[in-house]
């Protein structure tokens, strides 16, 4: 089993950055790829950037340019930078891992943008 634990959201004021943090621990070898996503109230959850075991990165165009995903495999840490922080990115953001046939959710961090 692979457990997630998302931190680092809080209030930040538009235009203001953010980084999120995502631990993975548990069988971490059986993960192949690690993503961010959010969800609003009402709303379905969203890709917003993953990377994979091999460092490939890739992003939803909503974010390209203003978030950006890294890794460091030997702390089983990803990283979602988020810059130019706009009212609209108010959300509960959560990682997912991808471990082929399952999938792993963490609980979520909660992310306000507002002056």
């Known amino acids: 089993q692979v457990q997630l634990v998302e931190s680092g959201g809080g209030l930040v004021q538009p235009g203001g950055s953010l980084r999120l943090t995502c631990v993975a621990s548990g069988d971490t070898s059986s993960i192949n790829a690690i993503s961010w996503y959010r969800q609003t109230p009402g709303a379905q959850r969203g890709f917003l950037a993953g990377i994979t075991k091999g460092g490939s990165t890739h992003y939803a165009d909503s974010v390209k340019g203003r978030f950006t995903i890294s890794g460091d495999n030997a702390k089983n840490t990803v990283y979602l930078q988020m810059n130019s922080l706009k009212p609209e990115d108010t959300a509960v953001y959560y990682c997912?891992?991808?471990?082929?046939?399952?999938?792993?959710w963490g609980r979520g961090t909660p992310v306000t943008v507002s002056a």
């Open positions: 997912n891992a991808d471990r082929g046939l399952y999938d792993t």
